[in-house]
């Protein structure tokens, strides 16, 4: 299970990445939006890898296998953090209760003490 | 606490979604039942009042998946068995910045490090032979131990729980 790490002198945050599909109410436009809000405040792109395209669905994929939460029919949306170093940190899924319950937990990501300790880190 | 995976009550309260609305049923609110069973985590089954399910919910604080664990309680729950799929059940973990402040300074404070792992199982409706559709229900009277999950139409008055019937 990933566990929330924070930047070192030799690692930064390198991409942040959604896994997502459009018609999804958790995705688009929630997921999208904070994704935006969150990777301006990690100074890191945004990469938006959605399950429809055929191209990237391999990639998402290989993403939610490797390091998310892995099932036959997942949950979306999912949010990874790329480091510079290769590791790759789970950050969210999708909270299937319902989409309310999902944009709680962007805005307690937002407000946590692991981005405070992340963004403080980033080199400005 | 008294089981290992069960969940402390910092973690219940960041882990509540409470509200909701019966979707493309009945729009009637949605209540959440607690249910007993013989694992350690936390077990909710979202309906609204006519029974009709919306998701059914099993927390745990563990590193481990406990999915195969869920489906083998659900299938003992569920009239037939066969309506309990593998892809309809799904995955979740959370670490804690997303829970709010006091779960993830409670998480943190933890060793080892677990997460909370959450498994959902949600059936959508579904057309049976007859191309009428049908909806998952719950029946939780007290009359039977545990809860009973049965497929029924979704039109029409409330349908009997089978184990309900049976009895009678």
Known sequence: MAKPVAPTSSRRPHRLTIVLAPWCPHCVPLSVTNGRRLAKRLRVPLRILDIDHRAQEKAADRLVRAYGDGAPDYLIPQVFLEWTDGTVEHLLTGFSEQVPRTARAWRDLFASDWLRSVVKAVPR | ?168
């Open chain 2, 1 to 168: 606490m008294t089981r290992r995976g069960a969940i402390p009550p910092v973690l219940r309260r960041a882990l509540a979604a409470p509200g909701g609305r019966c979707y493309r049923h009945c729009d009637r609110p949605i209540r959440t039942r607690r249910l007993a069973s013989r694992l350690p985590g936390a077990w909710q089954v979202r309906a609204c009042p006519s029974g009709v399910v919306s998701v059914t919910v099993y927390t745990e604080w563990t590193r481990r998946d406990p999915t195969k664990a869920v489906r083998e309680e659900l299938r003992r729950w569920t009239v037939p068995a066969s309506l309990v799929r593998r892809w309809d059940l799904r995955l979740a973990t959370r670490h804690g910045p997303e829970l709010g402040r006091a779960a993830e300074r409670f998480l943190a404070a933890q060793r080892p490090r677990r997460g909370v792992r959450v498994v959902y199982w949600r059936v959508y409706p579904f057309r049976g032979r007859d191309g009428k559709e049908r909806r998952l229900f719950v029946c939780a009277r007290t009359a039977h131990r545990s809860p009973v999950f049965f497929a029924a139409l979704s039109s029409g008055p409330t349908p009997e729980c089978p184990v309900c019937a049976r009895r009678r």
